[in-house]
DNA sequence: GCCCTGCAATATGTCAGACAATTAACAATT
DNA sequence: AATTGTTAATTGTCTGACATATTGCAGGGC
């Protein structure tokens, strides 16, 4: 690992940068220990905060942990799908709320990506995720569920119809997708008309991948694009009587 | 801003969520000016070097910038498709250097997305779109190429095909899939035979797109995801001959 | 011999105060 | 009017200390 810094830049960001490279390049083993705080400041030649300031950066982005008492000290974290989907998320919700980009946009982008996982659901998807997607398809229909549990509900099943393709990777990408779209669609008010519609088309999604029916499947996927674009119409209509549009602000 | 904290957890993590929370909702607007660590120190009654790790976490995640000087300080950064994209690459170079997922289930993935692409890309290449992809084919044909340009070159090719598509929420995606798989590739040796053979593959999808005819692009991508597959079992052969397996490791 | 308690060692988490470096705005000078 | 100090505000870093958590060991009681 290279000690030596450049003055001029922070000191804490070029030994978190050093630190990430030799964990990259397997220099320092996944459940590795680092050295101690004090033995970094001391090869750094820095003060114990400046190196603490670089493992909280390390930290942030889940390649690290850190443990207190005699044993402790700061290992490296092999990183996991749900700590890089959490990460997903936030970092999808974030574009998706701060304007940068538009709802048409992400909503082609979630079913486009979405609907390549179709061929593999379809030809993988086993009794179990069969019987969560139908959980959350009874569970749509109940009364009194207000508009969020609705919302969630949705997220669940499609969840459920992504990892019916058996493929890790592919979960991953799509829970962003998926996941970063509920606060937009929170602010989606689903009339009783509106949610028996979404539902059929879960029923029909849920049956075509239980008889391996792709061509059913990629019709129902299509038409629930083309219905949550529908609504989404009626979200840019009430934005644009607000002159500023925060979709993720709630006060 | 809540600014009471949880005794028996980690002040600056906690300080961290708080303003993280913040600038999600919309409180601390975009390129506004967060409190001086100073402040922020009194508001959560804490010291100056616990607020400073807080604030290096969201740096980390570049949820904010900092700048010295008499009217600097911390600054709610815009989330951009540059800054996401790195970081994507990043998490998914990691998923996939780490052992956490074979070859096979990363060629997967990252086809079956690519494949999504295709009906959008169809639709809206534009003749830049074409140019830069043809550029790259042109590039793949010359003599003289290591394997590693050879590699970059795809990756290239790949993004070109994706940015095609007009929609930036899915070249953030793709670009995380692609490029990831790049330190992977790497590890190929292309023979004359297989570059002949991906460059025939570019080149039909290039003239599918240009002709705007789906199911020759389809076809293109299915023949160069399994003969990738194939040519990585060959990766798979080499690997399991060495005890230790470290995708990513350099030396 | 075995278990429990208490203490020492080691590490991270936090605090307080100080100084250095950088930058912008303002005042003074030419 | 333009240039040059000067000052104030803010981040970056250092030092030293104390608080807290956890492990391991030693000693005593059974």
New interface residues.
């Given amino acids: 690992m290279k000690t030596d810094l450049d003055s001029a830049r922070d000191y ?1 960001q070029q030994i ?1 940068e050093n630190i990430r490279d030799a964990i ?3 220099d320092l083993p ?1 459940d590795g220990r680092l050295p101690s705080e004090a033995d970094l400041a001391t090869r750094f030649n820095v003060s114990r ?1 400046t190196v ?3 493992l ?6 889940n ?1 690290i942990r850190t443990q207190r008492g005699a044993t402790g000290g700061a290992f490296v974290t ?4 749900e700590q ?1 989907q959490e ?2 998320v ?2 999808a ?3 998706l ?2 304007n ?2 538009d709802f048409e ?2 909503v ?3 079913f ?2 979405e ?3 179709l ?2 659901a379809c030809a993988r998807r086993t009794p179990a995720h069969l019987a969560s997607m139908r959980a959350e398809i009874a569970r749509q229909g109940t009364d009194g569920l207000t508009d969020e549990e609705f919302c969630a509900s949705d997220v669940a099943f499609h969840r459920a119809l992504v990892d019916a ?1 058996g ?4 979960s ?2 799509m829970a ?2 998926v996941e970063a779209m509920q606060p937009l669609m929170n602010m989606i008010t689903f009339t009783a008309r509106s949610r028996a519609q979404i539902t059929d088309l879960h029923q029909a999604l849920a049956t075509a991948l239980a008889e391996g029916d792709l061509t059913a499947a990629n019709a129902a996927m299509d038409a629930l694009a083309s219905y949550t674009l529908d609504l989404g119409g009626e979200i840019r209509a009430r934005r644009s009587a607000r002159p500023t549009s ?1 979709p ?4």
């Fill in positions: 804490s978190a990259i390049s397997g996944v905060p603490r300031e670089a909280k950066r390390l930290a942030a982005q390649l092999r990183p996991s799908f890089a990460h997903m936030t970092t919700t974030l574009l709320s701060m940068t980009v946009t992400a082609e982008a979630r486009a990506l609907r390549a996982c061929p593999l393709t493929n890790p990777v592919l991953w990408h962003g997708a925060r993720g602000a709630t006060g």
